[in-house]
Nanobody, 124 residues
C-alpha cells in the first residue's frame, strides 16, 4: 500500500507562482516515474508533467516554459513549480507515482498510485 500526500495548492492572481509538493510513502521498493496531472470542471484529467527516476522530464505544451517538475529520490518526493500562472491553469492538481512493488516470493511489479488532489485557483 502506497500513499501520496500533496500540499501547496491555493489561490493566486494571474502571473503569480505556486509550488506543489507530493510525498510518497508506504510499502514499495522505489518510485519510478512520477508526475502531475490536473482536472478542471467539465474536462478530462490531463497530463501536466512527468519525471523519470533519472530526472528526464516531459511537459504538456500548455505549461512548457512556465512549470518545472523536480524530484528528490532520497525523500520520494516530487514537486511542481508553477510560474506565470494563468486563469486557464485553474484545476485540481493530482500527483502520481509508478512504484516498484514486490510480494516476497514474486518478481517485482509496478503499480500507479494517485494523490488526493489539491485545488489551484488563478484569478484574473
Amino acid at each position: 500500500q502506497v500513499q501520496l500526500v500533496e500540499s501547496g495548492g491555493g489561490l493566486v492572481q494571474a502571473g503569480g507562482s505556486l509550488t506543489l509538493s507530493c510525498a510518497a510513502s508506504g510499502s514499495f521498493i522505489r518510485a519510478n516515474t512520477m508526475g502531475w496531472y490536473r482536472q478542471a470542471p467539465g474536462k478530462q484529467r490531463e497530463l501536466v508533467a512527468t519525471i523519470t527516476r533519472g530526472s528526464r522530464t516531459n511537459y504538456a505544451d500548455s505549461v512548457q516554459g512556465r512549470f518545472t517538475i523536480s524530484r528528490d529520490n532520497t525523500k520520494n518526493m516530487v514537486y511542481l513549480q508553477m510560474n506565470s500562472l494563468k486563469p486557464e491553469d485553474t484545476a485540481v492538481y493530482y500527483c502520481n507515482a509508478d512504484t516498484l512493488l514486490t510480494g516476497g516470493g514474486v518478481p517485482p511489479y509496478e503499480h500507479t498510485y494517485w494523490g488526493q488532489g489539491t485545488q489551484v485557483t488563478v484569478s484574473s
